[in-house]
């Protein structure tokens, strides 16, 4: 099934820094979205891109989507420790059903 | 807040059993969705649902049932527990099928099948 794959699987950065995270799916979207999800809890949206977007803005987060290479990104800048958790992207298959990926575990050093 | 209530949060069953978790909403919304989550395998989608008796399988569905007799209650059903099971298991909620809708989640139910 169709699976939006986030790269890194983990990354560790000193507060302050900017964050990156990435990725990728197989088949054509209408829309891609990420959410954040904190230790022990639910998931929570944070941002959905368009297909006809290519960059978003939401506070300090950023995120771009390159259709033709099949790919997002997600951009946290100025981290702080409260962005340490866990983030997935969300694409849909050819039936619109919701799919997420495994995630990227974010840990903001102090 | 989204208004998803899920229940039980916490449960430890014995394989074999059967087992209900309830996930019920407040906002009214279509679509409904169980996930499990597991270590290395992210989220995958078990059920979902487009509305009342409206029910479709998701890539994990073998070994459990749902249904959907209203529109704020959405029913997952282990017939028969076993230890493969045991995980964190996610209910959410969203207005439109296309994900041009976000969909919000429960708190989720931590589930050991001993």
């Known amino acids: 099934s169709q699976q939006g794959e986030e790269d890194p699987q983990a990354l560790s950065i000193q507060e302050g820094e900017n964050a990156t995270m990435n990725c990728s799916y197989k088949?054509?979207?209408?829309?891609l979205q990420w959410y954040r999800q904190n230790s022990g809890r639910g998931l929570v949206h944070l941002i959905l891109?368009?297909?006809?977007?290519r960059e978003k803005h939401s506070g300090r987060l950023r995120v771009t989507l390159d259709t033709s290479k099949k790919s997002s990104s997600l951009l946290i800048t100025a981290s702080r420790a409260a962005d340490t958790a866990s983030y997935f992207c969300?694409?849909?298959?050819?039936?619109?059903?919701?799919?997420f990926g495994k995630g990227t575990r974010l840990h903001i050093l102090p | 807040d989204a208004g998803i209530t899920q229940s039980p949060r916490h449960k430890v069953t014995e394989t074999g059993t059967p087992v209900t978790l309830r996930c019920h909403q407040t906002e009214n919304h279509r679509y409904m969705y169980w996930y499990r989550q597991d270590p290395g395998h992210g989220l995958r989608l078990i059920h979902y649902?487009?509305?009342?008796?409206?029910?479709d399988k998701g890539e994990v569905s073998d070994g459990y049932s749902v249904s959907r007799s209203k529109t704020e209650d959405f029913l997952l059903t282990l017939e028969s527990a076993t230890s493969s099971q045991t995980s964190v298991y996610f209910c959410?909620?969203?207005?439109?099928?296309?994900?041009?809708?976000?969909?919000?989640f429960g708190e989720g139910s931590w589930l050991t099948v001993v």
């Open positions: 969300a694409t849909h298959d050819r039936d619109d059903k919701i799919i």
């Open positions: 959410a909620i969203g207005a439109g099928r296309l994900l041009g809708n976000t969909i919000y």
């Open positions: 891109i368009r297909s006809n977007e």
């Open positions: 088949t054509s979207i209408n829309n």
């Open positions: 649902s487009y509305g009342v008796k409206d029910t």
